[in-house]
T-cell receptor, first 112, second 117 residues
């Protein structure tokens, strides 16, 4: 049973554009939502994370938008660069500092 | 943050044999986990490695197939036993960095790429 649904499966964006990846969850007990970036041959790297007490969190070019009532959250990458080309995973856990459930992943390609 | 290393980085093994993967963290952590990532797929949690006690396994994973040890706060091993080609995958160790609250972000090692022939 997939508890976190991620879309799209793949995404192609022009350099300088905005990349948007969406996730939806079912379990209302989730209260921690991180995003990970993974390059080929590497482990996932924590990118940015949010708790449900805020609706948005921004770190540099990366922004998480969170909609608690809709049980959805999304990652926005502003001014996308070819170096951002990677696989992105959303995740959720029922407690900050506990095991994670991952979405299926989105392969992002930024064209120069 | 926590820096996590894994050994080996990759291996090719014969079916029916076992492989032990080591995970070392550079600082004290609270929780450690083992995940499996099949090629082009997402991460699936195998188990939580508990210090000094038996690991807690997720549905579909059993101790006889994936024995796990965690003798101290910074080290854990995962053994893939009696391997078959279906076990070919990337195995990832992760850890929760220790903060004053006792909780923190989860960091991942580089993974061990296992091929079973």
């Amino acid at each position: 049973q997939q508890q976190v649904k991620q879309s799209p499966q793949s995404l192609i964006v022009q350099k300088g554009g905005i990349s948007i990846i969406n996730c939806a969850y079912e379990n209302t007990a989730f209260d921690y939502f991180p995003w990970y970036q993974q390059f080929p041959g590497k482990g996932p790297a924590l990118l940015i994370a949010i708790r449900p007490d805020v609706s948005e969190k921004k770190e540099g070019r990366f922004t998480i938008s969170f909609n608690k009532s809709a049980k959805q959250f999304s990652l926005h990458i502003m001014d996308s660069q070819p170096g951002d080309s990677a696989t992105y995973f959303c995740a959720a856990s029922m407690e900050y500092g506990n095991k994670l459930v991952f979405g299926a992943g989105t392969i992002l390609r930024v064209k120069s | 943050s926590a820096v996590i290393s894994q050994k080996p980085s990759r291996d090719i093994c014969q079916r029916g044999t076992s492989l032990t993967i080591q995970c070392q963290v550079d600082s004290q952590v609270t929780m450690m986990f083992w995940y499996r990532q099949q090629p082009g797929q997402s991460l699936t949690l195998i188990a939580t490695a508990n210090q000094g006690s038996e690991a807690t396994y997720e549905s579909g994973f059993v101790i006889d197939k994936f024995p796990i040890s965690r003798p101290n706060l910074t080290f854990s091993t995962l053994t893939v036993s009696n391997m078959s080609p279906e076990d070919s995958s990337i195995y990832l160790c992760s850890a929760i960095a220790l903060k004053h609250s006792g909780k923190g972000e989860q960091y991942f090692g580089p993974g061990t790429r296992l091929t079973v022939t």
